[in-house]
């Protein structure tokens, strides 16, 4: 099992910077930043499988990086050039055998950790 804590977020003006962060127990096949708003479904924003390789969301291609820090267990999520509507609450998941965009295919999930892009 995979536990997952999420930290970083917080309040921004649009345009400003924020970096998440993922404490994890362990590495699995797959780990992944997703978001959701009220009323909406949870989306992915992007993931990370074992080998490194990554894939975004096309709203996010270009102003977010996901980054691993396998010696510290620490997944991160480096977002730049924050919109309005990037606000949402963002959470950390992993899964231990597949690795795609769609959250209900990861097991594991942190709590989640709010960021508000103000206009």
């Known amino acids: 099992q995979v536990q997952l804590v999420e930290s970083g977020g917080g309040s921004v003006q649009a345009g400003g910077s924020l970096r998440l962060s993922c404490g994890h127990t362990?590495?699995?096949?797959?780990m992944g930043w997703f978001r959701q708003v009220p009323g909406k479904e949870r989306e992915g924003v992007t993931v990370i499988d074992i080998s490194g390789s990554t894939r975004y969301a096309d709203s996010v291609k270009g102003r977010f990086t996901i980054s691993q820090d396998n010696a510290n267990n620490t997944l991160y999520l480096q977002m730049n050039s924050l919109k309005p509507e990037d606000t949402a609450m963002y959470y950390c998941?992993?899964?231990?055998?597949?690795?795609?965009?769609?959250?209900?295919?990861?097991?594991?999930w942190g709590q989640g950790t709010q960021v508000t892009v103000s206009s």
């Open positions: 998941a992993a899964d231990r055998f597949r690795c795609s965009m769609g959250a209900r295919n990861f097991e594991y």
């Open positions: 362990h590495r699995a096949y797959c």
